[in-house]
């Protein structure tokens, strides 16, 4: 099936740096959701984003639905341990019974 | 906040046999549910949407014969994986739609020996 790409795959950071990382996609979509997976777990939400410029925050993290809705971006600021983990970015056609696509990740590691 | 429950965490089985997974809505229902399967260090890959009282939607690829799926309640959706073989090992995560977004459960680790 279909993925979106996200960039970097992955990335090593100190803590306190800033990330970002980014999704992109062939076709468009009208929702675009981050999440963040533990190892072991299912993913969790992040941020959620259901306009096409919309620029949202949850704390540290901001992202932002592209303007062609082809894309979306996350960033995190001040980076801590706990980020780390493994952010896919997942998007939502209108009209295909809520089915999600997701990306193919980007597994973050924060040293200290 | 929503929660969906998943069990069991993790199974370990022999091949030829069959594993069923349970995915319940503990607060809320849910006349849709998801199975993703995600192997390791890849993305999660939609399986089938599964649609309470009817049958599951398989995605291309997807075997329905070999992972059937049962939503016969409100709270409760199932996957079996039938005569399961080491290829199938994985981890198995269901996710149910709610109306501001999708909660996943906490995922299943299947280990076919």
């Known amino acids: 099936g279909q993925q979106l790409n996200q960039s970097p795959q992955s990335m090593f950071i100190q803590e306190g740096e800033d990330v970002s990382m980014n999704c992109t996609s062939s076709?468009?979509?009208?929702?675009w959701l981050w999440y963040k997976q533990d190892p072991g777990e299912g993913p969790v939400l992040l941020i959620a984003?259901?306009?096409?410029?919309e620029l949202t925050s949850n704390g540290r993290l901001t992202a932002q639905f592209g303007i062609t809705r082809k894309d979306s971006f996350l960033n995190i600021s001040a980076s801590i341990p706990s980020d780390v983990g493994i952010y896919f970015c997942?998007?939502?056609?209108?009209?295909?019974?809520?089915?999600?696509?997701f990306g193919t990740g980007t597994r973050l590691q924060v040293t200290l | 906040g929503a929660v969906v429950s998943q069990h069991p965490s993790w199974v370990i089985c022999k091949s030829g046999t069959s594993v069923k997974i349970e995915c319940r809505s503990l607060d809320f229902q849910a006349t849709t549910m998801f199975w993703y399967r995600q192997f390791p260090k890849q993305s999660l890959m939609l399986m089938a949407t599964?649609?309470?009282?009817?049958?599951?939607?398989?995605e291309q690829g997807v075997e329905k014969d070999k992972f059937l799926i049962n939503h016969a309640s409100l709270t409760l959706s199932t996957l079996t994986v039938t005569s399961a073989h080491p290829e199938d090992s994985s981890f198995y995560i269901c996710?149910?739609?709610?109306?501001?977004?999708?909660?996943f459960g906490s995922g299943t680790r299947l280990t076919v020996v």
């Open positions: 599964s649609n309470e009282g009817s049958k599951a939607t398989y």
């Open positions: 997942a998007g939502q056609h209108t009209g295909t019974a809520s089915k999600l696509t």
């Open positions: 984003l259901y306009k096409a410029g």
């Open positions: 996710s149910a739609h709610l109306l501001l977004g999708y909660t």
């Open positions: 076709s468009i979509f009208n929702t």
